[in-house]
Structures are given as structure tokens and as C-alpha cells.
């Protein structure tokens, strides 16, 4: 099991403008990251959409964090990403409808340490803050 690809690079991003202290254009983020140009910016989108990062355009533009380094976690970022962290679908998907047995979907047995285990982690991800690093 292993985060997202795009999570990773978030993490990245958002690491790469807590070092600089400083407005950074998409171009040097992408560069210093090692994320493509194209897919930094999406995640830059999802990061200002999730108030994380504050965008500004013009010459002076570029993107830095909306918040101190100390008040954002890998948790906000890893979720900002990709919603709220769940080691099983049962637990984060509205929709999902367990197949083993109709009837058990809910109270199983697994769900519950699932549910655990995600709260663990969850937890451990919002402990770590851009201002450690």
C-alpha cells in the first residue's frame, strides 16, 4: 500500500514553497520538484482550490503558502489531494456496496479495525507540519 502519485508530488509542491519562502512561478516548482509542468499545475489548482496555496498572477506572480508551514500537515495536503484518508473503500465511498456478503456490508468485523487503523494514520499524518521539514 503506498500514497498516490499525486499525492507524493503534492507533498513536493507544497514542501518546495515552505523552502522558499517565497512567491514561485509553476516553472520553477515543476523543476524543483521534478514534476512535469502540466501536472504541477493541476495539483496547484486542487492546492489553491483547497486554501492551502494562494495564487497570484501578473509579473509578479506565482504561488506561495496561503498558511505558515507550521499550520499545514502531510494530512491537509494528502487530503486536500485526494479526500479524506480511508484504508478501505467501505469506509470513505458513499456508493460502495461490500460484495462478500449484502447482508454483513457495515458491521463487519473488518470494517471496524480498518476504521482503526485509517484513524491511526490519519493521525501520525497530521503530527508531521511543513515547518519539520
Known sequence: MHITLESDYAVRIVHCLAQNKERVDAKRIAEETGVTLRFSLKILRKLVTGGLVSSYKGTKGGYELARSPGEISLC????????????????SQSDYHCNRNKDACGVCRFQKVYAEISEIVREKLSEVKFSDT
Open 76 to 91: 491537509d495536503v494528502i487530503e486536500t489531494v485526494e479526500g479524506p484518508y480511508s484504508l478501505a473503500r467501505c469506509l
